[in-house]
């Protein structure tokens, strides 16, 4: 999260969005560190989903600039290193688990998109159910199936906006265990979420965003983790 | 590359759409419908009406009719689920994803139209064989034309409320100068006319349009769906 550092996995300067006369975000900057575990927290229409929809490239911002490792996220070889899970799943109904997942290997250019699948699947307990269409899915696992296609095509720097909301336990466990993976193995997280203690306890860092500001950017304290309101008490308004 | 994300999309579209058959139900039964109706209008055991001459106008208005239907469905279809943000995020360019949209389109349309033409030579006593290559040629530029400005706006409408309403409103207009194409043609070749002489212009203006308003969607299909 520091500027002065030789690389950044994000780089966000300048970034205002205006839906019509209203700043929806408002001169965010800040940097994120290649491996890191950022927790984008702030209260509901903060203007969380915005900038991480601008960070996916999803939206553009009205004024200033978003790079991932240096490059525009509108470039397609960008674009092939990021991982995104909004709020939706993403997901055919008419197309089976299978399917769905081959999809996004074949726009990804995965190498040997069925061994990938099939490791995928099998990590997020779907393998029974490989050719089985989503509509006939549960939500568990069409929540798991969503988690699966996020990691299918191991992104570099992953966008997750409140993954933990509306997932039942087992998909918790799962996007945990690879959440966990993907950290150890360096790769940088950016997840906005209501569910401060899980998020502050996985994250290296955290920004708070209020009414389109960044009040707070900077290292994960013990204190936030210790006293989950301390965060909000101290930067934001109440 | 390109051509595989193309066939891709343009294969997941029809898988979807076959399973479901959302779209082509709709859009097959409201063609024939019209058909059917305007046979009612002009009855073709009737001397005094020359249904050749009014062919080309009567096949059109079904057609361009069943393709709003069918194409309202193209980018709404990926609001289910967000789907629409996954495609976007992927490393696909949005051109890539545009053609394929269109691509699938074309196919269907096309089928329902060649399903609809069969149908509209039983009921109208029409000839179509005679000139069929010439025929099959001019409802595919008259499709294709059509199928890009249909899949052009129903990404620009997909977020609107009343886009079922929004597509043909902004559609037609555009579709005013290859629909006159298309009609002529088909009206003279089921007169028996063949293609060259003095309806070779009408083909330059349907090749034409379908080359400048494909171009343009290309260019503009990324600001279209990102803004």
Redesign the interface.
Known sequence: MSSAAPEVALEISGVWKYYGDFPALRDIAFNVLPGSTLALLGRNGAGKTTLLRILAGLSKPSRGSVTIHGANVREESTRRRIGVLGHGISLYDELSAFENLRLFAKLYGIANPARRIDEMLERTDLVRVRDGLVREFSRGMRQRLAVARVFLHDPEVLLLDEPFTALDDRAIAVLQALLNDMHQRGRTIVMSTHQLREALEAATHVAMIQRGQIVYAGERRQEMVDDTGWLYRTYGEN | ?YL??VL?IAA?DL??EL??REAVNASLAFMLMILVLFSFAFDPGNSDVSIPAIAGGLLWIAYSFAAALALNRSFAREL????L?????????ASALFFGKALANFALLLAMEIVSLGAFSLLYNVKILAQIWSLLLVIALGTWAMTVMGTMFSALTVNLRLRELMLPIMMYPFLVVPLTAAITLTSDLLNGTPLGGNNILWMKVLLGFDVIFTSLAVLLV?TVL??
């Open positions: 590359m595989r994300q891709t997941k898988r979807a399973r479901t289910q689920n967000d789907c943000d996954a495609l976007l995020a992927a490393p696909l360019p990324d990102v803004g």
